[in-house]
């Protein structure tokens, strides 16, 4: 397996593997990570077995401390001199799943933020995976007031350094 930054020439496997990951109304576009990718490639982890994507996690940096709905919309937002982390997507295509591809991936971006020097990371998840991130060291701050993406309800979590 191999662990990478994102550029343009992944945009078109990254949109693939968001739609197998996500129903259509959280699901990034292709045209969305054309922005993402352009303003905040590096805050992407790609892993590649051989050819295939088959995992990534994905977020930008901002002072903001809360992780809101425009901020999926809006790459330019990104702030490389942010103080948080945030995480929009954590991904693996379901016959990948259940090997710790994830895991990897959520640490190494752990791993980044720390050495750059962030507050922390924040991310928001759906209520079953709460447990899931506290493995990490992300603390349940209770349903999201500021995310509604794709209509669904969100916890934001947030790991503090």
């Known amino acids: 397996m191999i662990i990478k930054y994102a550029t343009a020439e992944d945009i078109v496997a990254i949109a693939a593997v968001e739609a197998e990951c996500f129903p259509p109304a959280e699901a990034a576009t292709e045209k969305e990570f054309i922005d993402r990718v352009k303003y905040y490639g590096n805050h992407f982890w790609l892993m590649y077995e051989a050819e295939k994507l088959i995992a990534f996690v994905d977020g930008f940096v901002t002072d903001e401390p809360d992780l809101t709905d425009e901020m999926y919309e809006k790459a330019t ?6 103080a948080w982390q945030m ?4 991904n693996t295509i379901p016959a990948y799943r259940k090997h710790g591809y994830a895991g990897e991936l959520i640490h190494r971006a752990i791993e980044d933020a720390r050495k750059q020097g962030r507050k922390g990371l924040v991310l928001t998840c759906k209520d079953r995976l709460v447990h899931y991130y506290a493995k990490f060291g992300f603390a349940d701050e209770g349903v999201s007031e500021k995310s509604t993406h794709g209509n669904a309800v969100w916890h934001q979590m947030r790991l503090t350094f």
């Open 77 to 82: 937002l990104h702030d490389e001199n942010g």
């Open 87 to 90: 995480i929009f997507g954590v």
